[in-house]
């Protein structure tokens, strides 16, 4: 037990929790590993759990009718998932694949909504999560119609380091061009071109695997 409230401990939520609801929470956590390829959950699957990356990156997509891939955003080092798709007891409204191997941990849905219903912490924690979330799908759909494909890239990448949905991403992420390009949606020539530009502007620096970023504010408001 001491090891799993340890785990939960480090987890963005816990401060929000009182001890005895941190034990509680804990008790219903389990984890597991994603080989990079896998699928999490299939657009349609009922997935009876909230996830959290341990350790990993995730995009969230979908493919349309017209056979279209659309991905809606990329889950970096602490970032929680499918909190609507758990309160409202439905299937996943989109795809979850691990872009390289990810550790998962695992709330089932009996502890979540026990904290749901009894935590006001949690519920705080929450409502900042799905506002956050929410600013960030407003902000996907409109760097996808009104900006170039650099702002793109820029923008992306400043939301892996939002404080509040990857609270395990400080300065420098872990990511390769091949995997920004899939979240981001262009091609990795696109990518890479993109992140050459941004570094000789001073806003990153790029090596082999990872990206540090000096200025996210810019990157946030690239293209303005």
Same mark, same amino acid.
């Given at each position: 037990?001491? %090891?799993?409230? @340890?785990?939960?401990?480090?987890?963005?939520?816990?401060?929000?929790?009182?001890?005895?609801?941190? @034990?509680?929470?804990?008790?219903? #956590?389990? @984890?597991?590993?994603?080989?990079?390829? =896998?699928? #999490?959950?299939?657009?349609?699957?009922?997935?009876?759990?909230?996830?959290? #990356?341990? @350790?990993?990156?995730?995009?969230?997509?979908?493919?349309?009718?017209?056979?279209?891939?659309?991905?809606?955003a990329?889950?970096?080092?602490? =970032? &929680?998932?499918?909190?609507?798709?758990?309160?409202?007891?439905? =299937?996943?409204?989109?795809?979850?694949?691990?872009?390289?191997?990810?550790?998962?941990?695992?709330?089932?849905?009996?502890?979540?909504? &026990? !904290?749901?219903?009894?935590? +006001?912490?949690?519920?705080?924690?929450? !409502?900042?999560? #799905?506002?956050?979330?929410?600013?960030?799908? +407003?902000?996907?759909?409109?760097h996808?119609?009104?900006l170039?494909?650099?702002?793109?890239?820029?923008?992306?990448?400043?939301?892996?380091?939002?404080?509040?949905?990857?609270?395990?991403?400080?300065?420098? +992420?872990? +990511?390769?061009? $091949?995997? !920004?390009?899939?979240?981001?949606?262009v091609?990795?020539?696109?990518?890479?071109?993109?992140l %050459?530009?941004?570094?000789?502007?001073?806003?990153?620096?790029?090596?082999?695997?990872?990206?540090?970023?000096?200025?996210?504010?810019?990157?946030?408001?690239? %293209? $303005?």
């Amino acid at each position: 037990m001491n %090891g799993k409230v @340890e785990l939960a401990r480090g987890f963005i939520w816990a401060a929000d929790l009182t001890d005895s609801e941190l @034990e509680r929470a804990a008790q219903g #956590i389990t @984890e597991r590993t994603y080989n990079k390829g =896998a699928y #999490i959950c299939h657009r349609g699957d009922r997935l009876d759990h909230w996830g959290g #990356i341990v @350790e990993g990156l995730i995009k969230m997509s979908t493919i349309g009718r017209s056979g279209k891939a659309v991905t809606f955003a990329g889950l970096g080092n602490g =970032a &929680w998932f499918g909190e609507g798709s758990v309160i409202k007891n439905e =299937a996943r409204k989109y795809d979850l694949v691990a872009l390289r191997e990810t550790r998962l941990a695992l709330m089932n849905r009996p502890t979540f909504l &026990w !904290l749901f219903e009894n935590s +006001i912490g949690f519920n705080h924690y929450l !409502l900042r999560q #799905i506002n956050e979330r929410l600013s960030q799908f +407003i902000a996907t759909v409109e760097h996808d119609r009104i900006l170039d494909s650099k702002a793109r890239v820029a923008r992306n990448l400043s939301w892996l380091f939002n404080p509040v949905l990857y609270p395990g991403v400080v300065k420098t +992420i872990e +990511i390769t061009q $091949d995997e !920004l390009a899939l979240l981001t949606g262009v091609s990795r020539a696109v990518t890479n071109r993109s992140l %050459g530009e941004l570094q000789d502007e001073g806003l990153l620096t790029v090596e082999h695997g990872r990206v540090t970023v000096i200025d996210v504010k810019k990157l946030m408001l690239y %293209g $303005d």
